[in-house]
């Protein structure tokens, strides 16, 4: 003899999937939430490369892009004396950033625009704002700007040891 369940309820797929998506949602918040690694969350795609001399901070002037090249001589960039504190700076007033100066769009050479403190590209116009780590403001390009990870060392020297965004052209940030 055969038992049949009365209780049996049908959701459908649709239903059936929001549920199913949102259980995984909860889970993945929990797991988030309750892992000591959470407190301290990591660098975006940081990479970090062999450490490199860029300039002296008392080479800088505020507001006038330095072109520098890191982490190769095929990766141009600028160090950027800003003036005010801004995210990933270094320097006693944590105004000196660096950053590529190739877009990470399709390639073209950026110039900086000491305006509005932008790298500008002429290609299809995305821009990038340097007193926000390099964020998008404006444009085609589908990530911010790659910026250095810097550090100043007691004699004033800026190194660079990492970057935090893919460089255009390379399949990955290994050298």
Same mark, same amino acid.
């Given at each position: 003899?055969?038992?049949?369940?009365?209780?049996?309820?049908?959701?459908?797929?649709?239903?059936?999937?929001?549920?199913?998506?949102?259980?995984?949602?909860?889970?993945?918040?929990?797991?988030?939430?309750? *892992?000591?690694?959470?407190?301290?969350?990591?660098?975006?795609?940081?990479? &970090?490369?062999?450490? &490199?001399?860029?300039?002296?901070?008392?080479?800088? =002037?505020?507001?006038?892009?330095? &072109?520098?090249? %890191?982490?190769?001589?095929?990766?141009?960039?600028?160090?950027?004396?800003?003036? =005010?504190?801004?995210?990933?700076?270094?320097?006693?007033?944590?105004?000196?950033?660096?950053?590529?100066t190739?877009?990470?769009? =399709?390639?073209?050479?950026?110039?900086?625009?000491?305006?509005?403190?932008?790298m500008?590209?002429?290609?299809?116009y995305?821009?990038?704002?340097?007193?926000?780590?390099?964020?998008?403001v404006?444009?085609?390009? *589908?990530?911010?700007?790659?910026? %250095?990870?810097?550090?100043?060392?007691? =004699?004033?020297?800026? %190194?660079?040891?990492?970057?935090?965004?893919?460089?255009?052209?390379?399949?990955?940030?290994?050298?």
């Amino acid at each position: 003899m055969s038992q049949r369940c009365d209780r049996m309820v049908d959701v459908g797929r649709r239903k059936f999937m929001s549920g199913a998506g949102m259980a995984a949602a909860g889970v993945a918040v929990t797991a988030v939430v309750t *892992t000591p690694e959470a407190k301290a969350a990591p660098a975006a795609a940081r990479v &970090n490369f062999p450490a &490199n001399r860029l300039a002296n901070i008392a080479d800088l =002037k505020v507001n006038e892009p330095m &072109n520098v090249s %890191y982490p190769d001589g095929d990766a141009p960039g600028v160090l950027l004396k800003l003036g =005010k504190k801004v995210p990933g700076g270094v320097g006693a007033d944590g105004d000196v950033v660096g950053f590529s100066t190739t877009c990470p769009h =399709k390639g073209f050479p950026l110039t900086y625009n000491s305006g509005d403190r932008t790298m500008n590209c002429p290609g299809h116009y995305s821009r990038f704002d340097c007193e926000a780590g390099g964020q998008q403001v404006w444009g085609q390009a *589908t990530q911010n700007l790659p910026q %250095y990870a810097l550090r100043v060392d007691a =004699k004033g020297d800026i %190194y660079a040891e990492g970057v935090d965004e893919l460089l255009y052209g390379r399949l990955s940030n290994v050298l």
